[in-house]
């Protein structure tokens, strides 16, 4: 399953879905960095160990005059009940696996619901999130990682179940 949250309207990607991240501070690593602001934004852990780079995004943010690079990692979660930072974040859902291709999906918007959460004044709830919604508002960066996610998975699916010759007995 994949996390998604939504940006809370508080600076950039006001109300965007995206995937939980930010942020080097100082002089972590960008493992470390995708570990912390995992946590800081959503409250779940991630191990460590587990953390792989899948897809490198270049941005810009051309009122500002910044350009910045973005690292998509996967990573396994250790929990996942979300308890949101209410000043970056006001909802967030997992992304069941069999509808993860969805969200790519141009042609059609689909109304399939997830189970997600969102706060209101000031509370975490359960909330039903329509995967249109996501459709609509993720960005191109993190559609092009997730498009990389899924390759990559396939990938290794079709290489754990290709048969070695030298195992054909």
């Given at each position: 399953d994949v996390l998604v949250t939504q940006r809370a309207?508080?600076?950039m990607y006001n109300g965007m879905w995206v995937f939980p991240?930010?942020?080097v501070d100082g002089?972590?690593?960008i493992v470390q960095a995708a570990q912390r602001e995992v946590f800081e934004e959503t409250g779940i852990?991630?191990?460590r160990r587990t953390l792989k780079p899948r897809a490198v995004w270049e941005g810009a943010v051309t009122s500002k005059r910044r350009q910045f690079c973005v690292v998509f990692f996967e990573?396994?979660?250790q929990g996942v009940r979300p308890k949101l930072q209410t000043k970056e974040v006001v909802r967030a859902a997992w992304v069941p696996k069999e509808?993860?291709?969805?969200?790519?999906?141009?042609h059609v918007w689909h109304q399939d619901n997830i189970a997600g959460i969102e706060i209101v004044n000031g509370k975490q709830i359960p909330a039903t999130i329509q995967?249109?919604?996501l459709q609509q508002g993720l960005g191109s960066g993190h559609k092009f990682a997730l498009k990389h996610f899924l390759e990559a998975r396939d990938r290794e699916r079709s290489s754990s179940t290709a048969v070695n010759p030298a195992q054909r007995l």
């Open positions: 309207s508080r600076g991240g930010g942020h002089a972590e690593g852990r991630v191990d990573g396994l979660a509808l993860v291709p969805r969200i790519l999906d141009t995967l249109a919604d």
